[in-house]
T-cell receptor, first 114, second 115 residues
Framework: GAGVSQTPSNKVTEKGKYVELRCDPI?????LYWYRQSLGQGPEFLIY????????DSGLPNDRFFAVRPEGSVSTLKIQRTERGDSAVYLC????????????FGPGTRLTVL | AQSVTQLGSHVSVSEGALVLLRCNYS??????LFWYVQYPNQGLQLLLK??????LVKGINGFEAEFKKSETSFHLTKPSAHMSDAAEYFC?????????????FGKGTLLTVNP
């Protein structure tokens, strides 16, 4: 079946602009995670959804970052007033939400802020 | 809280040689441990996971890892490296219990395989 998909695959924007990154999880997966991977680093947790609600947003770096999952499936990560330091690969993962379950990762969106 | 340390940001081996990638973790509760592989321009793929069953875990592509609680380690090994194993490898930990299984990753180890 289809895996996790993310769009766009690449996004170039200018400092100060607003961007939206989309994640389509595997059908039926209730848990959805966003991570950010900077160059030369491992992925860092941003936010976790269980169903429609954000169960843990402790990884969001500041209030310019926001994410939604209104129907419990597709999620959108929104970044306001982008800064050059936001440049990174944004990864989405989904799982069934059961204990110890594997997280399936999408290919990521590479965001470049000029 | 949890954390992961991967010793060696870059490991180079010859084709056919043993692969050993090191991972040490810190966790306040019994952990779940994972190894992921990332090929260039691709997403993360799970190699194997430890979830409190057998301490020696076998994964895909001939990789295995052993959970050693006394050493807080979860090193990844493969007896004989193939050229196709060249990639970046990430060790990750999540906490057992609760419902949030967010992963905390190490910084990664880039594996180079020389012919």
């Amino acid at each position: 079946g289809a895996g996790v998909s993310q769009t766009p695959s690449n996004k170039v924007t200018e400092k100060g602009k607003y961007v939206e990154l989309r994640c389509d999880p595997i059908s039926g997966h209730t848990a959805l995670y966003w991570y950010r991977q900077s160059l030369g680093q491992g992925p860092e947790f941003l936010i976790y959804f269980q169903g429609t609600g954000a169960a843990d947003d402790s990884g969001l770096p500041n209030d310019r970052f926001f994410a939604v999952r209104p129907e419990g499936s597709v999620s959108t990560l929104k970044i306001q007033r982008t800064e050059r330091g936001d440049s990174a690969v944004y990864l989405c993962a989904s799982s069934t939400g059961h204990s110890s379950n594997e997280q399936f990762f999408g290919p990521g969106t590479r965001l470049t802020v000029l | 809280a949890q954390s992961v340390t991967q010793l060696g940001s870059h490991v180079s081996v010859s084709e056919g040689a043993l692969v050993l990638l090191r991972c040490n973790y810190s966790s306040s509760v019994p952990p779940y441990l994972f190894w992921y592989v990332q090929y260039p321009n691709q997403g993360l793929q799970l190699l194997l996971k430890y979830t409190s069953a057998a301490t020696l875990v076998k994964g895909i592509n001939g990789f295995e890892a052993e959970f050693k609680k006394s050493e807080t380690s979860f090193h990844l090994t493969k007896p004989s490296a193939h050229m196709s194993d060249a990639a970046e490898y990430f060790c990750a930990v999540s906490l057992s219990g609760g419902s949030n299984y967010k992963l905390t990753f190490g910084k990664g180890t880039l594996l180079t395989v020389n012919p």
